[in-house]
């Protein structure tokens, strides 16, 4: 972000190059420096100058705070050594939204930071830094108070960590009871949700710890808690979770369900131990950020209506393929709910079940007692079924199972995981599913994948070298009528420079000729070619797409699609 900071101020002529570069080896020098700060001190910028300068390109307010007065009660929200660590302070709160003044809107660490210590929404104001620090000194006490709170914990802590080989699980469970763990374990979950987060990782190493969310398909690394501190929040999360908290040797998977603020979130938990401790990913399942509607998803025209077509046949089966997180279930879940009347009989089977629908059936898969994919369909096809979901076809008794539904009266909907839509056809085939089965059954396979969006609050044009277009195959005629976006940064995206995400598709309706392939045992080389004969965008197609309707970056096209899509 100081590179980021320093070629804006040049770019407005308020330093040179050569300033820049001494400033940076003299924050090199000293870490802990904002780079603002070095210039003022090297005499290279006002500070005035340059507080005006970021409220302009940040779009922020700025403040004088040399006669401000500060409330107690807005004070106290934010530890005294996170306030002096970001040069930072809290200065009103309305509702569940707080105002920070800081010196340095470009470091959206801090806004993070506040958000994860007070689960409030941030707003930022620019105030400058010598105004901050003597604020600072008049408002907290020297004392580092957050460092106070979490040595007490580490001490505690500690006396468990070296009865490892011997744990007194009691007493484990009971500090992890305490007030604190709870405090912290509560504050991690509650500032993913914040965030917008889908897992939250929290990872065990030999020196250190780390929390990290996945936001958009992409992780941070968010926050280090001691490492002494390790056993108390798996503890506490193993308590929530309704764990064995005594074991810690084998895999374990749970469940948490939490109420915040008016919504209730499930949180599917996984435990693995790992060589220096139990590493948890929380996958976030929040059903207010689910979106059943099928407009909504991110199709282009004609595969909107080649996949609408397809669910709403009769008979035959659809399959949805990608990697995990690529967004399948929601495009399964918008499915059926355009599906779900009370004419027809719904029945779908998961593992796990991650969103209740109404009017539909759902069954959570138990292999361990014997309920796997295949069971849950035997027994659905004596349940006078219309359409049946299978959460994912693994083996050839599942793809046998589903694909005789499928040719017996019944919509089967399901997923792979292949990396596009012709490769689909070949995994079937290598399960020992007979080509003329896969041909006389599947009616659509659906290839998808989820892009970034950018941030409207901070999205500014770009431009791209005409050869990096060129690559993409967008032509000069296209060049002079499409702008291109980036996003620059901001509060509101936490400086990803995205917000949201977006599913690109590769729809392949499977047509008469396409069946005859199957049955001669074409490889997928050749039904990739056959496809893209017929018009149908690949999944790079459909990216530079979104690419170039300003939705996305160059770089998040790149980064989801592979270059053998052109």
Same mark, same amino acid.
């Given at each position: 972000?100081?590179?980021? =900071?320093?070629?804006?101020?040049?770019?407005?002529?308020? $330093?040179?190059?050569?300033?820049?570069?001494?400033?940076?080896?003299?924050?090199?020098?000293? %870490?802990?420096?904002?780079?603002?700060?070095?210039?003022?001190?090297?005499?290279?910028?006002?500070?005035?100058?340059?507080?005006?300068?970021?409220?302009?390109? @940040?779009?922020?307010?700025?403040?004088?705070?040399?006669?401000?007065?500060?409330?107690?009660?807005?004070?106290?929200? +934010?530890?005294?050594?996170?306030?002096?660590?970001?040069?930072?302070?809290?200065?009103?709160?309305?509702?569940?939204?707080?105002?920070?003044?800081?010196?340095?809107?470009?470091?959206?660490?801090?806004?993070?930071?506040?958000?994860?210590?007070?689960n409030c929404e941030v707003e930022v104001i620019i105030a400058p830094e010598s105004q901050i620090l003597e604020t600072l000194d008049k408002?907290?006490?020297?004392?580092?108070? =957050?460092?106070?709170?979490?040595?007490?914990?580490?001490?505690?802590?500690?006396?468990?960590?070296?009865?490892?080989?011997?744990?007194?699980?009691?007493?484990?469970?009971?500090? *992890?009871?305490?007030?604190?763990?709870?405090?912290?374990?509560?504050?991690?979950?509650?500032?993913?949700?914040?965030?917008?987060? *889908?897992?939250?990782?929290?990872?065990?190493?030999?020196?250190?710890?780390?929390?990290?969310?996945?936001?958009?398909?992409?992780?941070?690394?968010?926050?280090?808690?001691?490492?002494?501190?390790?056993?108390? +929040?798996?503890?506490?999360?193993?308590?929530?979770?309704?764990?064995?908290?005594?074991?810690?040797?084998?895999?374990?998977?749970?469940? +948490?369900?939490?109420?915040?603020?008016?919504?209730?979130?499930?949180?599917?938990?996984?435990?693995?131990?790992?060589?220096?401790?139990?590493?948890?990913?929380?996958?976030?399942?929040?059903?207010?950020?689910?979106?059943?509607?099928?407009?909504?998803?991110?199709?282009?025209?004609?595969?909107?209506?080649?996949?609408?077509?397809?669910?709403?046949?009769?008979?035959?089966?659809?399959?949805?393929?990608?990697? #995990?997180?690529?967004?399948?279930?929601?495009?399964?879940?918008?499915?059926?709910?355009?599906?779900?009347?009370?004419?027809?009989?719904?029945?779908?089977?998961?593992? %796990?079940?991650?969103?209740?629908?109404?009017?539909?059936?759902?069954?959570?898969?138990?292999?361990?007692?014997?309920?796997?994919?295949?069971?849950?369909?035997?027994?659905?096809?004596?349940?006078?079924?219309?359409?049946?979901?299978?959460?994912?076809?693994?083996?050839?008794?599942?793809?046998?199972?589903?694909?005789?539904?499928?040719? #017996?009266?019944?919509?089967?909907?399901?997923?792979?995981?292949?990396?596009?839509?012709?490769?689909?056809?070949?995994?079937?085939?290598?399960?020992?599913?007979? %080509?003329?089965?896969?041909?006389?059954?599947?009616?659509?396979?659906?290839?998808?994948?989820?892009?970034?969006?950018?941030?409207?609050?901070?999205?500014?044009?770009?431009?791209?070298?005409?050869?990096? =277009?060129?690559?993409?195959? $967008?032509?000069?005629?296209? $060049?002079?009528?499409?702008? @291109?976006?980036?996003?620059?940064?901001?509060?509101?995206?936490?400086?990803?420079?995205?917000?949201?995400?977006?599913? +690109?598709?590769?729809?392949? %309706?499977?047509?008469?000729?396409?069946?005859?392939?199957?049955?001669?045992?074409?490889?997928?080389?050749?039904?990739?070619?056959?496809?893209?004969?017929?018009?149908?965008?690949?999944?790079?197609?459909?990216?530079?797409?979104?690419?170039?309707?300003?939705?996305?970056?160059?770089?998040?096209?790149?980064?989801?699609?592979?270059?053998?899509?052109?």
């Amino acid at each position: 972000m100081a590179k980021l =900071l320093g070629q804006l101020l040049i770019n407005s002529g308020l $330093i040179t190059e050569k300033q820049l570069e001494t400033a940076l080896k003299s924050q090199k020098e000293n %870490p802990g420096d904002k780079l603002g700060s070095v210039l003022i001190r090297l005499d290279f910028l006002d500070e005035q100058k340059l507080v005006n300068f970021l409220g302009k390109q @940040f779009n922020l307010p700025t403040i004088d705070l040399s006669n401000f007065e500060i409330d107690n009660q807005i004070k106290d929200l +934010i530890p005294g050594d996170t306030a002096r660590k970001h040069s930072l302070i809290p200065i009103d709160k309305f509702g569940n939204v707080l105002t920070v003044a800081v010196s340095d809107p470009s470091d959206f660490n801090a806004v993070q930071d506040i958000r994860f210590i007070t689960n409030c929404e941030v707003e930022v104001i620019i105030a400058p830094e010598s105004q901050i620090l003597e604020t600072l000194d008049k408002y907290y006490e020297k004392e580092n108070e =957050l460092t106070e709170v979490l040595d007490n914990l580490e001490e505690t802590a500690m006396e468990v960590i070296e009865e490892a080989d011997d744990v007194d699980v009691g007493k484990l469970e009971t500090l *992890s009871e305490d007030a604190p763990i709870i405090k912290l374990v509560n504050n991690i979950i509650t500032a993913a949700i914040h965030r917008g987060a *889908s897992d939250i990782h929290i990872e065990p190493y030999e020196k250190m710890m780390r929390i990290r969310y996945r936001v958009d398909g992409v992780l941070f690394e968010e926050y280090k808690p001691p490492l002494k501190l390790k056993d108390l +929040i798996t503890t506490r999360l193993k308590i929530m979770a309704r764990l064995d908290i005594a074991e810690r040797r084998i895999p374990q998977d749970g469940r +948490i369900k939490i109420k915040l603020k008016r919504k209730e979130v499930d949180l599917r938990v996984s435990i693995l131990p790992c060589i220096h401790g139990e590493k948890i990913v929380m996958r976030i399942l929040d059903k207010g950020n689910l979106s059943l509607d099928l407009t909504k998803l991110g199709f282009e025209t004609k595969p909107y209506e080649d996949f609408n077509k397809a669910i709403h046949t009769p008979w035959g089966m659809l399959l949805v393929t990608g990697p #995990t997180g690529s967004g399948k279930t929601t495009t399964l879940y918008s499915a059926l709910s355009t599906l779900n009347k009370t004419t027809e009989n719904i029945m779908t089977s998961e593992d %796990p079940v991650e969103y209740n629908l109404k009017g539909i059936n759902q069954v959570q898969i138990n292999a361990d007692v014997g309920l796997t994919f295949a069971a849950a369909l035997r027994a659905f096809l004596r349940q006078d079924p219309d359409i049946i979901m299978v959460g994912e076809i693994r083996d050839y008794e599942t793809a046998e199972i589903a694909i005789k539904a499928a040719l #017996t009266g019944h919509l089967v909907l399901s997923t792979l995981h292949t990396n596009d839509a012709p490769a689909t056809i070949s995994r079937l085939s290598n399960m020992g599913v007979e %080509p003329f089965m896969i041909a006389s059954s599947v009616v659509l396979i659906l290839a998808q994948r989820l892009v970034r969006k950018i941030c409207e609050k901070c999205k500014a044009p770009v431009k791209i070298p005409r050869k990096e =277009l060129g690559k993409l195959h $967008i032509t000069e005629e296209e $060049i002079k009528n499409l702008t @291109f976006y980036e996003g620059a940064g901001c509060t509101f995206c936490d400086g990803s420079g995205y917000k949201g995400r977006i599913a +690109i598709y590769e729809v392949f %309706p499977i047509y008469e000729d396409t069946k005859e392939l199957i049955i001669n045992g074409e490889p997928a080389t050749v039904m990739k070619r056959h496809m893209m004969s017929k018009g149908i965008a690949t999944l790079r197609i459909s990216a530079v797409n979104k690419f170039k309707q300003g939705v996305t970056t160059l770089s998040e096209v790149y980064r989801v699609t592979a270059a053998d899509e052109d």
